[in-house]
């Protein structure tokens, strides 16, 4: 039996560069999705990457608390601004829901 391999491998031993991995910033990999006739680019986002920040979901427009792992979507070619912060089940469930989103009288507009 051969020991476990410590050192990460070289580029050219596996024909890949880091770059091409699609890891980001935040780690979590990030993809290319087409919904509603464009392009969006997808990243899942680990929960330890947004401790003390909270989002709300375009999704259900429900808070996404602290330290929890979700997806963030925008346009291809789009700016920063663009990016939303979506709960992943709400992300692979976007086709299923309406146009609108279902408030409750008294909910908070955001």
């Known amino acids: 039996m051969s020991p476990r391999r410590n ?3 070289a580029a050219g031993a596996s024909g890949r560069s880091a770059e091409d991995e699609g890891t980001g910033r935040y780690g979590g990999w ?3 999705e087409s919904w509603q006739g464009e392009e969006w680019s997808v990243r899942q986002v680990a929960g330890a990457s947004t401790q003390g920040k909270t989002y709300r979901c375009p999704g259900c ?3 996404i608390p ?3 792992p979700h997806v963030v ?3 291809e070619h789009a700016g ?3 990016r939303r912060h979506w ?3 709400c992300w692979n469930a976007k086709d299923r829901r309406t146009t609108r989103a279902q408030r409750s009288r008294n909910a908070p507009r955001f």
Request: glycine residues 4%.
């Open 66 to 68: 602290s330290g929890v």
């Open 80 to 82: 920063v601004d663009d």
């Open 7 to 9: 050192r990460p491998k």
């Open 73 to 75: 979507a925008w346009p």
């Open 87 to 89: 709960h992943k089940a």
């Open 61 to 63: 427009d429900q808070v």
């Open 30 to 32: 990030q993809t290319t």
